[in-house]
Nanobody, 123 residues
Framework: QVQLVESGGGLVQAGGSLRLSCAAS????????MGWFRQAPGKEREFVAA???????VYADSVKGRFTISRDNAQNTVYLQMNSLKPEDTAVYYC?????????????????WGQGTQVTVSS
């Protein structure tokens, strides 16, 4: 059974940093794309960042230069380092896995999802 468990969310002031982690189990994900999405209240879920097996990364324009995605294949874990946080980054952040090798930004491509972790940025 595939399971994705996010951690690291919380409350932070604007300009601060948080590091999200997502531990995957139930399968080896080293050849798959791992990504992060977020959903703010009243808004649709949106793509944040993704990384493929070769460490190629793609970011949403809204987080470029502030967020960094990375992965540890030995630990089946993906990370999202979030710096210079803004109140508009407030959302539930979801980890997701796409069982293919090419990066996609649309959420319907992703096969497995975590339960989400809340990130709140105060002004």
């Amino acid at each position: 059974q595939v399971q994705l468990v996010e951690s690291g969310g919380g409350l932070v002031q604007a300009g601060g940093s948080l590091r999200l982690s997502c531990a995957a189990s139930g399968r080896t994900f080293s050849s798959y794309v791992m990504g992060w999405f977020r959903q703010a209240p009243g808004k649709e879920r949106e793509f944040v960042a993704a990384i493929n097996w070769g460490a190629r990364t793609v970011y949403a324009d809204s987080v470029k230069g502030r967020f960094t995605i990375s992965r540890d294949n030995a630990q089946n874990t993906v990370y999202l380092q979030m710096n210079s946080l803004k109140p508009e980054d407030t959302a539930v952040y979801y980890c997701a896995v796409d069982a293919t090798i090419s990066i996609a930004t649309n959420d319907d491509r992703y096969d497995f999802w975590g339960q989400g972790t809340q990130v709140t940025v105060s002004s």
